[in-house]
């Protein structure tokens, strides 16, 4: 691991609300949230973007733990929204992996 913010919290050293974790992922709290519900779930392994997962059972892991996480926090059956920024012109802000679950209220298009 390295010593990026997101590594940080996976090994303990930073705090974070934890909500949901599996054997590859980690989910918690967006201390900036953008909606009622905005958790964050990032592969334990660090992958600096979309761009660097190796393979597609990363981004399968962190989508099982992404739905756990609605159905968790009752947002499943209304509907929420799963996001992951790649680079700066996508609007990626930590460079580590992550997808970002909205939900807890109508979310329009664009978003914003």
Not at 12 to 35: H, N, T, W, Y
Request: hydrophobic share 45%; net charge neutral.
């Amino acid at each position: 691991m390295t010593d990026c913010l997101f590594c940080r919290i996976v090994r303990g050293e930073i705090p974070a609300q934890k909500v949901a974790e599996s054997e590859d992922c980690l989910a918690f709290r967006d201390i900036a949230p953008k909606a009622p519900v905005h958790v964050l779930v990032i592969p334990k392994a660090h992958f600096a973007s979309l761009d660097a997962v190796p393979t597609a059972a990363v981004i399968g892991a962190m989508g099982m733990l992404a739905q756990r996480v609605a159905r968790e926090e009752g947002i499943a059956g209304s509907g929420y929204r799963c996001v992951i920024n790649t680079g700066d012109d996508g609007g990626q802000t930590v460079g580590h992996v992550h997808m970002h679950v909205l939900g807890g209220r109508a979310l329009g298009w664009p978003p914003g």
